[in-house]
C-alpha cells in the first residue's frame, strides 16, 4: 500500500525553529515528486512547494518561497518542511502529497496520496 | 500566475439530488483540472484527475468534463457520506493552485 506518514502535532513559540516530516513507504520514493500544502484553520488547501527526491530540486509557491525550506533524504524515504523562525501566522495543518501525473508534470500533475496531516500551533 | 475560481461556495441539496459544481481558470489549462474531496477533519482524497478520470476506487456517481477554462465536478445522486468540501487543482509551469473549495451538506 502507498502511504505517507506524517511526523506528530507540534505546539512552539513564536520566533523557534521546527522540522516537521512525511515518510513515503510502499513505492518508489526516488520516482515521485513530494509537495507540501497548508490548511489554515477554516480555510482552503494552499500549495507551498515541491521537491523531486532524487535530486532535490525544489520550487516554491511565491506566497511560501523564502519563509519555509522543503529538503528530502532518499535513503530514508522522507521529505521535511521547515521553519527558522515560527510565527503565530504559521499555525495550520500541514499536508504532504505525492506528485501524480505525466513525466516531469508537462502533461498534468495531481496529488495521491496525501498524508495524515500535521497540526502546527505557534503561540506565545 | 492561473487562478481558479469555484461557484457555489456552498451549497445544500436532498440526498439523492444531482450536484454541480463549477470551476474556472483564468487562462487556458486544457483539461489539467483535478478534483478532491475532503471530508471534516481528513486530509483530501483525489477524485478526478484531468478533468474526467475517475480515481480508481472512487464511486461512479463522481464525475467530471470540461477543457479549457471551464469545467464541472457532478455527484449524479448525493449520498450522506458525500458531505464534504470539493476542491479544483490545476498545474501549470511549476505551479500548482486550488480553488477556493466548495462546501456541501445535506438539507
Known amino acids: 500500500e502507498v502511504q505517507l506518514v506524517q511526523s506528530g502535532a507540534e505546539v512552539k513559540k513564536p520566533g523557534e525553529s521546527l522540522r516537521i516530516s512525511c515518510k513515503g513507504s510502499g513505492y518508489s520514493f526516488t520516482s515521485y515528486w513530494i509537495s507540501w500544502v497548508r490548511q489554515m484553520p477554516g480555510k482552503g488547501l494552499e500549495w507551498m512547494g515541491r521537491?523531486?527526491?532524487?535530486?532535490?530540486?525544489?520550487n516554491y509557491s511565491p506566497s511560501f518561497q523564502g519563509h519555509v525550506t522543503i529538503s528530502a533524504d532518499k535513503s530514508i524515504s522522507t521529505a521535511y518542511l521547515q521553519w527558522s523562525s515560527l510565527k503565530a501566522s504559521d499555525t495550520a495543518m500541514y499536508y504532504c502529497a505525492r506528485v501524480r501525473g505525466s513525466t516531469s508534470c508537462y502533461a498534468g500533475c495531481w496529488f495521491d496520496p496525501w498524508g495524515q496531516g500535521t497540526l502546527v500551533t505557534v503561540s506565545s | 500566475d492561473i487562478q481558479m475560481t469555484q461557484s457555489p461556495s456552498s451549497l445544500s441539496a436532498s440526498v439523492g439530488d444531482r450536484v454541480t459544481i463549477t470551476c474556472q481558470a483564468s487562462q487556458d489549462i486544457s483539461n489539467y483540472l483535478n478534483w478532491y474531496q475532503q471530508k471534516p477533519g481528513k486530509a483530501p482524497k483525489l477524485l478526478i484527475y484531468?478533468?474526467?478520470n475517475l480515481e480508481t476506487g472512487v464511486p461512479s456517481r463522481f464525475s467530471g468534463s470540461g477543457s479549457g477554462t471551464d469545467f464541472t465536478f457532478t455527484i449524479s445522486s448525493l449520498q450522506p457520506e458525500d458531505i464534504a468540501t470539493y476542491y479544483c487543482?490545476?498545474?501549470?509551469?511549476?505551479?500548482?493552485?486550488f480553488g477556493p473549495g466548495t462546501k456541501v451538506d445535506i438539507k
Open positions: 521537491i523531486d527526491p532524487s535530486d532535490s530540486y525544489t
Open positions: 487543482q490545476q498545474y501549470d509551469n511549476l505551479q500548482f493552485t
Open positions: 484531468d478533468a474526467s
